[in-house]
């Protein structure tokens, strides 16, 4: 395939219905793919469901995949967000935090209980950002994607992204503040 494409290979052997690379391309992409989704949704079970619908996708366009504009991770990726997207449009309610109404008898319960709090108002105030603050911020710092990727996947320039990133920051930090209030 491509020399460009770290992927390129194992796509096209997936396309040829080579098992061993389709076992291989989850292993590679699965984690990555449903880390994405469960911080855009902050929902397993739609996470699961997006990250599913990727890979239908994956084994349906490998065949035909020639490299080209973007590497396919930065596809699967646009696919990702496309239908995290979606779903997020979808929403017509907001979810509401978890209440913890039962003690956990096990020893560091409350170390326990305050990492989750601090997992679960990272993960509001980040449901709370503006949608291309959201997809900046978990891209850059979640996805661990360089600069010029996550741009090129949002469709804006690196100026662009890096104002979304400043504005992003600055808002989670005020809702996290705001939260220990």
Same mark, same amino acid.
Request: aromatic share 4%.
């Given at each position: ?105 096990? +020893? #560091?319960? &409350? $170390? %326990? ?6 997992? =679960? @108002? !990272?993960?509001?105030? *980040? /449901? ?17 994607? +360089? #600069?010029? &990727? $996550? %741009? ?6 690196? =100026? @662009? !992204?890096?104002?979304? *990133? /400043? ?15």
């Amino acid at each position: 395939m491509s020399l460009d494409d770290p992927d390129g290979e194992l796509v096209r052997r997936v396309g040829e219905g080579d098992a061993h690379a389709i076992e291989t391309l989850v292993a590679r992409k699965l984690p990555r793919m449903t880390a994405l989704a469960m911080r855009l949704l902050n929902d397993r079970g739609e996470a699961e469901d997006v990250v599913q619908e990727v890979f239908v996708r994956v084994w349906r366009s490998a065949g035909a995949w020639r490299p080209g504009a973007a590497k396919f991770d930065t596809w699967m990726h646009r696919v990702a967000l496309n239908l995290c997207t979606d779903r997020l449009r979808k929403r017509r309610e907001i979810p509401l935090p978890p209440h913890w109404d039962t003690a956990d008898p096990s +020893p #560091n319960a &409350d $170390a %326990a209980l305050d990492a989750q709090a601090q997992s =679960d @108002a !990272l993960g509001q105030a *980040l /449901a709370a950002l503006a949608p291309r603050q959201r997809e900046a911020i978990v891209l850059t710092y979640y996805q661990e994607l +360089p #600069n010029r &990727d $996550a %741009a090129a996947l949002m469709g804006i320039g690196i =100026d @662009a !992204l890096e104002s979304l *990133l /400043a504005r992003g920051r600055r808002a989670l930090k005020a809702r996290l503040e705001q939260a220990d209030d």
